[in-house]
Structure formats: structure tokens, C-alpha cells
């Protein structure tokens, strides 16, 4: 079946620091895919819609210059955290649609984990 | 915005019991995913319901969706300790965008 990548699973790095998250889909082309973060003990909340070949769409309250993406490909979006800070410690999950016949299929990454010290 | 209310939030059940996990949207429901995810790791697809009184099966899960599309409910029956996890219900904005409920966290004691 269909497979999305992230890398990397886990990170920490230093306030103040950017950080780059991978999404991968493996076996199928992604125009779009899209980004979530997820506090602890909550559930995932959208941050931004990832197009190949245009401008990320960002969710209201989603700082845009804090959260660069670029959709490289059909098959990578990155995610990057700007100048971190604690706050930005969550798990950011990425998922990429992949419409079928039957219906739109969803796949997800296994996310990432990003600490901010 | 889509808003869906999940309840329990949580719930602990006896090895071999059955247990409902209830999502109840805000509006009529375009499509509505069912996830688990155990924490900190991702979204394990179960599966998906898009017509109204539809009802899907896989092994001991049983999802349903009323016939005004803004409720839906998930059943396991004769639980196990593989189905501890946290279940989560999706709503299918446009163009693919899912919002979440808030989760079920399921334990089941051996």
C-alpha cells in the first residue's frame, strides 16, 4: 500500500535554531499534501495545505514565517521551523491525499517528534 | 469550521468486552475518517464512511454513519489489548483536508 515518509522521527536542537521536516510519499504522486501538529495528550490541528508548484496555504493563527514549506516535488514537502523556541516542541505529522475511484484515500506519516531545549 | 465532538475522551474496558466510541459533527459530514494512533507515533487508517447510514466492517471494528451524516460511531467488540490506542475521528473538509475530533484513549486491562 501506499507509504508517506518523514524524516527525521525525532529532533532537538537549540532555541533559536531552524529545523527542516521531510514528508515523503513513496509509491505515489502528491500535489498536495498536508502538515499537522499535535500537543500532547490533543488531537492533530491542520497547520497548512502543501502545493506543488504554488504557495503553501496556512490555517488562521499558522505564522507563515515561522513555518516555511515548500512543496520541492510530487513527491516532498518540507516543513521548516524557523528560529524555534520551546513552544514550537510538538509532534508534526505530515499526510498526503491520494484520490481513487472508491474514495480519498489519506495516508499519513509517522511523524515528528521536535524538541526545543 | 468543521467542528466534531468525540466522547469518550476516554474509557478503560475489560479484556473481552465490547466498547462505542461516539463523533458527532457540527455539520453534515462530507466524509468521516477513523484513525488510531498509538501516542507519539502516526495515524493508523480503519476506515472511512461517506454515505448516510453506511456501515463498515474489518475484523472486530464496526464503524457507522447515521443517516443525516453528522453522527458517527465506532464499535469494537471482544476487545483486545492490540485496540489500546487512541482513536480519532476525521472530518473531510475540501479538498482533502481533514479536521480532528479530540480522541479517544482507549485502555484495556487484561
Known amino acids: 500500500g501506499a507509504v508517506v515518509s518523514q524524516h527525521p522521527s525525532w529532533v532537538i536542537c537549540k532555541s533559536g535554531t531552524s529545523v527542516k521536516i521531510e514528508c515523503r510519499s513513496l509509491?505515489?504522486?502528491?500535489?498536495?499534501m498536508f502538515w499537522y501538529r499535535q500537543f500532547p495528550k490533543q488531537s492533530l490541528m491542520l497547520m497548512a495545505t502543501?502545493?506543488?508548484?504554488?504557495?503553501?496555504?496556512?490555517e488562521q493563527g499558522v505564522e507563515k514565517d515561522k513555518f516555511l514549506i515548500n512543496h520541492a516535488s510530487l513527491t516532498l514537502s518540507t516543513l521548516t521551523v524557523t528560529s524555534a523556541h520551546p513552544e514550537d516542541s510538538s509532534f508534526y505529522i505530515c499526510?498526503?491525499?491520494?484520490?481513487?475511484?472508491?474514495?480519498?484515500?489519506?495516508?499519513f506519516g509517522p511523524g515528528t517528534r521536535l524538541t526545543v531545549l | 469550521s468543521q467542528e466534531l465532538e468525540q466522547s469518550p475522551q476516554s474509557l478503560i474496558v475489560q479484556e473481552g468486552k465490547n466498547l462505542t466510541i461516539n463523533c458527532t459533527s457540527s455539520?453534515?459530514?462530507?466524509?468521516l475518517y477513523w484513525y488510531k494512533q498509538k501516542y507519539g507515533e502516526g495515524l493508523i487508517f480503519l476506515m472511512m464512511?461517506?454515505?448516510?447510514?453506511e456501515e463498515k466492517s474489518h475484523e472486530k471494528i464496526t464503524a457507522k454513519l447515521d443517516e443525516k451524516k453528522q453522527q458517527s460511531s465506532l464499535h469494537i467488540t471482544a476487545s483486545q489489548p492490540s485496540h489500546a490506542g487512541i482513536y480519532l475521528c476525521?472530518?473531510?473538509?475540501?479538498?482533502?483536508?481533514?479536521?480532528f475530533g479530540a480522541g479517544t484513549t482507549v485502555t484495556v486491562r487484561a
Open positions: 499526510s498526503a491525499p491520494r484520490p481513487s475511484s472508491v474514495y480519498n484515500e489519506q495516508f
Open positions: 509509491d505515489f504522486q502528491a500535489t498536495t
Open positions: 502543501s502545493n506543488e508548484g504554488s504557495k503553501a496555504t496556512y
Open positions: 455539520k453534515t459530514l462530507y466524509g
Open positions: 464512511l461517506q454515505k448516510g447510514g
Open positions: 476525521g472530518a473531510d473538509l475540501d479538498d482533502y483536508k481533514l479536521s
